[in-house]
């Protein structure tokens, strides 16, 4: 056993007195001889900060006179008792605590904490040797109990020290040890990782084809922690999993609905399946940021008419109520936005009997209340009665992008409907034609354990303080811009967050600035976050109340040039390239960078020195703007690799030139028309997939593309990250926002060298020519 820490919180009238610090000491050395780490404290105070800071308490042993300490104030009841409920927050209630008493007073027991508690212990009358055998038993057997399912029995094989005779050939690792290359290779990563790469011959830890076995049991306990009626392991990630869904949903050829803004991982799916996708598409803002679908694209009637309108369906194919086999919906958008899950299940339930939620960067969303109603495991027989026609709900977790999970690590799951049938042993067949044979057992561990850290209280307590430090963040953001207002001195604070200026107070009702309210109010209510219609901050259209909601650990910071409702500042701007540019050099990566907002995360990893340092770096950009620094100073490496371009410009110049070639130019205006206007879907992506393979297809420089030109490839460009163009699409007439779009683009990209478009499907011919691969004529 690895360290563990036992907490001894006693009072100083407990610790009095020659006998009772000799026979605490007796107790605390005994402890360590037994491997544990003994921590302790004097106050309630000093108590809480230890349960937060440490996640591997094994035990905690709590004076019931425990003294408040510094900042005690506020609570009702003893400090004890916020002590134990910091535990019960933190810690499953398999925790062991005793309480230390002083007498024999423990009337005044509150029941819950009865409920709770291992035992008393009475320093002076139970020897240290008999207490110090209680708290060890009773730590290691909660060691080994709040181990999910998996884990625990991949310990005990391990532990076992067996000689393997099957695949992997390296044997435990040994086969690395005969080689120079190979010991580097083992002395990295350690014995263990190779201890536990096993072969699924291995009988004892169950099989993940047949979900059986330990294997099997990880998977019954992560369907009970997320709310799901099966759950299946997926070590491919998420691209996998969509595309395990779709083909498991969609025969040959089926008419589907699917979110224009939609991740590769579903168009290959499409292409698979050889299914006819109708795009649903989302709304979109001044910024360029993807909306949701609005519900007015999602009602029975407008599906049929967008189906009816797809020149690649036919008349039948959303002709009669939930016949349809498949609509696939992305939540949350990659910048946040989170379905109201059961109004998107009662809008769609009439047209279609499969609803994928793809929540790659979701799967934390059930762990706390601010995002009840907002996922796909959502959709119960609570949450929608069965008067209503229910899908079955599928929903796909990425584990490894927002929980703790290694790379690769994802999960289906799948929510059964009263109206349609789910055939577990149909569905495997298609789970088992995407799974590799050898799957790595390190994998499916990191499944398990993800699953283990977010079960009890442990998902509530780690989600609420990612979404605290978040709304710190946005709130420390607000309060910098009004302490540069207040110095007078210095030009304003231009950066901000994308969120509402103020928040409405459900107690008060009144409103109260977002940088004023208090944190618990902004941590706590939905509200805050929902994208009310109409209101610009948002700038999206076509809103109903609560449908929406902003995710709080999603961040997008602004940049000023433009507004969410597309405004424009003609006489200044800065571009969110350049600002991520300069965090890069900095150290800082950010998720992702729009034309003036970029995305920061606030997931479980977070800590306030990671955040602090964003604020400080942000404020150096600000300074060597306002000073109107060299950008050789501020970019050395971008100057450095093109000095023709650069080297004689400030930052404020680049700044200004960039601006000038986005938002003053109508660059936005066309990347906006470009991704709003319908395209013509000449034929399924699978069919251009056809074509792609066989060659019936190749390059067309951009100036040479004709009007009738289809596309058999995917087109997408960073931002938004969305396809422009997906297979068998027609690129349409010269004079179409898309031409005009990529052409802007190209010529973005030749005017601002180091910071070209990331784009994919398209390629640059050797003079920088934007090139699409397109059907043959
Ligand atoms: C990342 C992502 C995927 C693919 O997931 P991986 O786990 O990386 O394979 C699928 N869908 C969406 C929406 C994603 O963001």
């Known amino acids: 056993m690895t360290g563990n820490t036992l907490l001894m919180a006693l009072d100083p009238g407990t610790t009095k007195g020659a006998a009772a610090t000799e026979r605490l000491d007796e107790l605390t050395t005994l402890l360590r ?49 916020a002590v134990l409920r910091a535990l019960m927050d933190r810690f499953s209630p398999k925790l062991p605590v005793f309480l230390v008493a002083r007498d024999s007073g423990q009337d005044d027991l509150p029941l819950w904490i009865a409920e ?68 580097a290779f083992h002395d990295y990563y350690g014995e263990r990782l190779f201890r536990t790469d096993l072969s699924s011959s291995v009988g004892e830890l169950g099989s993940l084809f047949e979900h059986t076995g330990p294997i099997g049991d990880a998977e019954r306990h992560a369907a009970k922690v997320f709310g799901a009626d099966h759950t299946y392991f997926v070590l491919n990630g998420t691209s996998s999993g969509d595309r395990i869904v779709i083909q498991a949903c969609v025969p040959q050829q089926a008419a589907v609905l699917v979110d224009r ?42 599906i049929r008419e967008q189906v009816a309108a797809n020149p690649i369906t036919d ?77 079955t709900v599928f929903t796909n977790h990425s584990t490894h992008k927002l929980l703790a999970a290694l790379s690769q690590s994802a999960m289906i799951h799948v929510r059964c409907s009263p109206d349609h049938e789910f055939d577990r042993h149909r569905f495997n067949e298609t789970f088992m034609l995407h799974a590799s044979t050898s799957p790595l057992y390190p994998l499916i561990a990191s499944n398990d354990v993800a699953a283990g850290m977010m079960s009890g209280s442990g998902g509530r307590w780690l989600t609420t303080e990612a979404i605290t ?47 004023k309210a208090r944190l618990e109010l902004l941590v706590t209510t939905p509200s805050c976050w929902t994208l009310a219609p109409g209101a610009s901050w948002h700038g999206f259209e076509k809103m109903e109340k609560d449908y929406c909601l902003l995710d709080p650990v999603k961040v997008s910071i602004t940049c000023p040039g433009v507004d969410a409702t597309g405004r424009v500042d003609k006489g200044f701007g800065i ?30 990893g977070i800590t306030k020195g990671k955040w602090g340092t964003l604020l400080d770096a942000l404020t150096d950009f600000k300074r060597a703007y306002d000073t109107g620094a060299d950008l050789v100073d501020v970019l050395p490496d971008l100057v450095r690799a093109h000095p023709d371009r650069y080297g004689h410009l400030t ?51 951009l100036d040479e593309l004709r009007e ?45 060298p180091g910071f070209e478009s990331e784009t994919h499907g398209i390629h640059p011919d050797t003079d920088g020519t934007y090139r699409l691969t397109c059907a043959e004529k």
């Open 33 to 81: 001889a037994k491997g544990h780490r003994v921590t302790t404290a004097d106050s309630a105070v000093d108590a809480t900060a230890v349960i937060t800071a440490r996640a591997d308490l094994a035990a905690a042993l709590i004076s019931w006179e425990l003294p408040g300490g510094s900042d005690g104030k506020g609570e009702s009841g003893r400090p004890a008792e």
């Open 116 to 183: 709770i508690v291992n035992g008393w212990i009475w320093l002076l009358e139970d020897t240290p040797g008999f207490v110090a055998g209680r708290v060890d038993t009773a730590a290691r057997h909660y060691l080994e109990d709040m181990l999910p399912p998996f884990f625990r029995a991949l310990r005990h094989f391990e532990d076992a020290h067996k000689y393997s005779w099957h695949t992997p050939a390296h044997a435990g690792g040994v086969a690395f040890l005969k080689s120079p290359v190979g010991r």
């Open 261 to 302: 803004n939609c991740h590769k991982a579903i168009n290959h799916g499409i292409i698979l399946s050889g299914a006819r996708p109708t795009y649903l598409r989302p709304v979109r803002n001044g910024y360029g940021l993807t909306g949701p679908i609005p519900p007015e694209r999602l009602t029975a009637e407008s």
């Open 315 to 391: 008349g039948g194919d959303a002709g009669e109520a939930g016949t349809m086999v498949y609509a696939g919906i992305t939540n949350s958008t990659y910048d946040g936005l989170c379905y109201d899950a059961v109004r998107v299940a009662e809008l769609l339930g009439t047209s279609v009997r499969n609803l994928h939620f793809d929540e790659a960067w979701f799967a934390y969303a059930r762990f706390n209340p601010l995002y009840e109603r907002r996922y796909g495991m959502a959709i119960d027989e609570q949450t929608m009665p069965t008067h209503a026609q229910r899908p």
């Open 469 to 515: 430090e978040a709304v710190r963040f946005r709130q420390a953001i607000i309060r910098l811009g009004r302490r540069f207002q207040a110095s007078g001195e210095r030009p304003p604070w231009f950066f901000g967050a994308w969120q509402p200026p103020e928040v409405i107070d459900p107690k008060t009702k009144k409103p109260v600035p977002f940088d």
């Open 575 to 604: 571009p969110a390239k350049i600002v991520t540019a300069y965090l890069g050099r900095r150290g800082i990566v950010v998720e992702k960078t729009d034309a003036y907002t970029f995305l920061v995360l606030f997931s479980m």
């Open 651 to 701: 930052l404020p110049a680049l700044c200004a030139q960039m601006h000038q070639a986005l938002a003053v130019s109508g660059f936005l205006t066309l990347l906006n028309e470009a991704f709003t206007k319908r395209i013509d879907q000449v034929m399924s992506p699978g069919e251009a997939y056809q074509l792609l393979i066989t060659g019936r297809a190749g390059l067309v420089r």
């Open 708 to 752: 009738d030109h289809v596309v058999v490839t995917q087109v997408t460009t960073y931002p938004p990250g969305i396809p422009v163009l997906m297979p068998g699409e027609k690129v349409g007439p010269a004079s179409a926002p898309l031409r005009s779009y990529l052409s802007a683009m190209e010529a973005f990209d030749r005017k601002f």
